[in-house]
Antibody
Framework: QVQVVESGGGLVKPGGSLRLSCAAS????????MNWIRQSPGKGLEWLAY????????TYADSVRGRFTISRDNADNSVSLEMTGLTVEDTAVYYC?????????WGQGTSVAVSS | QSALTQPASVSGSPGQSITISCTGT?????????VSWYQQLPGKTPKLIIY???KRYFGVSNRFSGSKSANTASLTISGLQTEDEADYYC??????????FGTGTKVTVL
């Protein structure tokens, strides 16, 4: 069964850092692009970043470029999102999703709350 | 990149057809045939229903169809059913090899 499972969310103070992980099963993360997408409480979806399966090529949304870093661990068959300089606007559920031009599957998400 | 524009809400009676628009620019929807649509049922994770503008994903009802004209993509749900009540989001490949989602549309079955 092809699926992804996110972990690593939690409560962090403004200015703090957090590392999210996405474990893949049923496929190899080297087989496809992997994405991070978030949804703020009561709001819409926002694509954040993707990383190529075959190289270290990665692209970011303007809102997180320079603060967030996506990476891939081939041995662990997972991808990560390193988040720094967090603000209250980064409070959201963070989803991992497989795909280049279509996102499937999505995980259940991991919640990040940024608050003092 | 600014979010694609969708109507906040669309409603219809059971059996009717509704169409959700998704308006972008000539740098995203107008430039690439890489529009996808996602259905998010209440309290659930988004699910892919349409990709590459018109292609239905595996197992998706043929009541769902996608199209595009210039800078606007559309999702049509025909034979509306109560189970279609959900939020719907479009997404397009665009500027600087990034993606942008739409603002989301809440579909209500009257």
């Amino acid at each position: 069964q092809v699926q992804v499972v996110e972990s690593g969310g939690g409560l962090v103070k403004p200015g703090g850092s957090l590392r999210l992980s996405c474990a893949a099963s049923g496929f190899r993360v080297t087989d496809d692009y992997m994405n991070w997408i978030r949804q703020s409480p009561g709001k819409g979806l926002e694509w954040l970043a993707y990383i190529s399966g075959s190289s270290d090529f990665a692209t970011y949304a303007d809102s997180v470029r320079g603060r967030f870093t996506i990476s891939r661990d081939n041995a662990d068959n997972s991808v990560s999102l390193e988040m720094t300089g967090l603000t209250v606007e980064d409070t959201a559920v963070y989803y991992c999703a497989r795909g280049d031009y279509r996102f499937d599957p999505w995980g259940q998400g991991t919640s990040v709350a940024v608050s003092s | 990149q600014s979010a694609l524009t969708q109507p906040a809400s669309v409603s219809g009676s059971p059996g009717q057809s509704i169409t959700i628009s998704c308006t972008g620019t000539n740098s995203d929807i107008g430039k690439y045939d890489l529009v996808s649509w996602y259905q998010q049922l209440p309290g659930k994770t988004p699910k892919l229903i349409i990709y590459e503008v018109t292609k239905r994903y595996f197992g998706v009802s043929n009541r769902f169809s996608g199209s595009k004209s210039a800078n606007t993509a559309s999702l049509t749900i025909s034979g509306l059913q109560t189970e279609d009540e959900a939020d719907y989001y479009c997404c397009s490949f665009g500027l600087a090899t990034t993606f942008v989602f739409g603002t989301g549309t809440k579909v209500t079955v009257l």
